[in-house]
């Protein structure tokens, strides 16, 4: 390069006898060359004890340290190592030979570091040195089998070659086939947002999902762990795992849970007899639908088992009467006592209910829904008349969202709430978006058609507005409408 000052740079390991030979080596060719020369020492066995590292670990990260900070330094904008052909190939095999998930080798650049010969054979760049008659120092330690990459490089290889001559290449493209590779699923797995269908995804897609939560949390793992993560996320399971640090980590519900998660707690005075206390066992919770244990209900809620004991309650005796929940879930009765006044969310999604009941007893697909304008009173309504009218864009979701805008005066609906029965396929989710609905709230998935997960996460594109999403709200009974509807047309 026209113009380049380059700098050498060496870092003595201090790891066998005879390694302040190298130094002197480096200084003197860096002299002849005229090159400044950086040069330091570090007992590399002692950091690696010291810090619990392996030594090859330790030494690379000492190594790069090291080179970082002469390259800050002097300015560098890039650091040069001499990595060539041979190692990509020794480094793709050990991970093979390990069953590494991804024997994607040494990365041609990573950060400031270049490694320009990555892909020359050692062969000519010898040959070249020969012809120049410029001599290279040798690691000793190269030669010892007993060590595995030595042993690699001067058993293993050989023996392949025999058989396979262009087998350094091979391996080498095995490395640029598989970054490639981790890069379009990497992609893929970046775009995956909060409403994602995890369980939908392949398993390489999940993997990488997995690994990107870990270390955008700075979690250090081990291979396994992803493995047990991702086989928990495909499946639907739950799955715990202690990382190294003893830092718990659940999988359940189709969600990651990284970190212990901050609970609601009650900001209204409490009733007289009322406590507030954590779950004890025993505990039951009068619902809507009768009387059951709360371990069942947090069970059936996906809370990771390490949280249930973490989430605050209110309890009259062994009668839980309110749970610390996102929302808040109260027993059948509790808000009265409380003077709290009743989640809107609810009561809308029974008018939306009764919207989708006048759909099926038209012949519709049973999806109602309403649009809560910004004072929370009902300013739109629709259910799905797209085989009354004969235009399947009729659906529900549109219908409310259009009377609401000749309520309000304006196609912007903001500061509204959308809640329909069912979640929103791709178009009436865009025209949500359109509209820009502040929330949209729905009862049952889409498994069919669902935009927010139950088949894909359009949220996960970048559309210029994002509304908040809640799922689930009297999902059962939106869930046995569709149910019963769709069984009653098929006449059984």
């Given amino acids: 390069m026209v113009g380049a000052r380059p700098v050498a740079a060496h870092l003595d390991h201090a790891l066998r006898e005879g390694s302040g030979g190298d130094a002197d080596w480096v200084r003197d060719l860096a002299e002849g060359l005229g090159v400044p020369v950086e040069e330091t020492r570090v007992d590399v066995a002692a950091v690696a004890e010291r810090r619990g590292w392996n030594v090859e670990d330790a030494a690379r990260r000492v190594r790069y340290e090291f080179l970082g900070r002469v390259a800050k330094r002097h300015g560098a904008e890039a ?16 991970s093979l030979l390990r069953g590494e998930a991804l024997p994607s080798g040494i990365p041609p650049a990573r950060g400031r570091v270049r490694r320009p010969w990555l892909d020359v054979p050692r062969a000519e760049i010898e040959g070249f040195l020969r012809t120049l008659g410029q001599g290279w120092r040798e690691d000793p330690t190269n030669a010892d089998p007993a060590r595995t990459r030595a042993w690699l490089r001067t058993v293993v290889l050989p023996t392949l070659a025999a058989r396979f001559p262009e087998v350094e290449g091979a391996l080498a493209r095995v490395a640029t086939f598989a970054r490639e590779d981790d890069a379009a699923l990497g992609e893929w797995a970046s775009r995956l947002g909060d409403h994602a269908p995890l369980a939908a ?88 639908g009768g009387t059951r244990k709360l371990s ?60 989708a009941r006048e759909a099926a007893s038209a012949g519709e697909v049973p999806v109602g829904a309403v649009v809560l304008g910004p004072d929370g009173a009902v300013v739109g309504r629709g ?29 912007y609906l903001t500061a509204c709430t959308l809640v329909v029965t069912l979640e929103p396929c791709p178009m009436c989710l865009g025209a949500a978006v359109e509209a820009r609905v502040g929330h949209v709230v729905f009862g049952a998935r889409n498994l069919k058609a669902g935009a927010l997960g139950g088949v894909t996460d359009l949220l996960a594109h970048p559309w210029g507005h994002t509304p908040r999403v809640t799922g689930g709200v009297r999902e059962r009974e939106a869930a046995r409408l569709l149910r019963d509807t769709f069984r009653a047309l098929r006449g059984g």
């Fill in 79 to 94: 650091v040069l190592t001499a990595h060539t052909r041979r190692d990509q190939a020794e480094t793709v095999l050990m």
């Fill in 201 to 288: 995804q392949p398993p390489a897609v999940l993997r990488r999902f997995v690994v990107r939560a870990l270390r955008g949390a700075g979690l250090p793992y081990h291979a396994e762990h992803v493995v047990t993560l991702t086989h928990a996320l495909s499946g639907g399971e739950t799955a715990h795992v202690t990382l190294p640090g003893a830092r718990d980590v659940t999988a359940t519900g189709g969600r990651l849970h990284l970190a212990p998660q901050s609970w609601p707690v009650p900001t209204f005075p409490l009733p007289e007899g009322w406590t507030r206390r954590t779950r004890r066992d025993g505990d039951r919770i009068r619902l809507s």
């Fill in 296 to 355: 069942d209900v947090l069970t059936d809620a996906h809370i990771p088992r390490e949280e249930r004991d973490r989430v605050p309650l209110l309890a009259e005796g062994g009668d839980v009467r309110w749970v610390g929940l996102r929302p808040p879930l109260w027993a059948v009765g509790a808000r009265e006592e409380a003077g709290q006044p009743e989640d809107p969310l609810p009561a809308a999604m029974g008018e939306a209910l009764a919207l």
């Fill in 383 to 411: 259910h799905n008349l797209s085989r009354e009218m004969g235009d399947m864009t009729r659906h529900a979701e549109v219908e409310a969202l259009r009377e609401a805008a000749r309520t309000l005066g304006t196609p």
